[in-house]
């Protein structure tokens, strides 16, 4: 069956950098597209990042995180990655992958950002 596992969030302060880390099985790694989202506490779930399948050679992120968040892939470890910089305090969420062809979600994975 389709897991995601996200991990390496934690607490960072403002300005500060973390990468995210999302370990797919169970699928066609190379042929999915994959997403990271993230939810706040009381939002609804935000797309913060979209990288395409086979290459990686396309992403697109909201005006939110533009130039601060960087999506990219490893598809011979099934590794998608998100780098995010320039922390602030509003990007504090649980932070999720996704898999264009599968409808599962993972476990999310905290970030923190302090002011």
């Known amino acids: 069956q389709v897991q995601l596992v996200e991990s390496g969030g934690g607490l960072v302060q403002a300005g500060g950098s973390l990468t995210l880390s999302c370990l797919a099985s169970?699928?066609?790694?190379?042929?999915?597209?994959f997403y990271w989202y993230r939810q706040a506490p009381g939002a609804e779930r935000e797309r913060v990042a979209m990288i395409n399948s086979r290459d990686g050679t396309f992403t697109d992120y909201p005006d939110s995180v533009k130039d601060r968040f960087t999506i990219s892939r490893d598809n011979a470890k099934n590794l998608v990655y998100l780098h995010m910089n320039n922390l602030k305090p509003e990007d504090t969420a649980i932070y999720y992958c996704k898999a264009s062809g599968s409808p599962v979600w993972g476990q999310g994975t905290q970030v923190t950002v302090s002011s």
């Open positions: 169970g699928i066609t790694f190379s042929l999915n597209a």
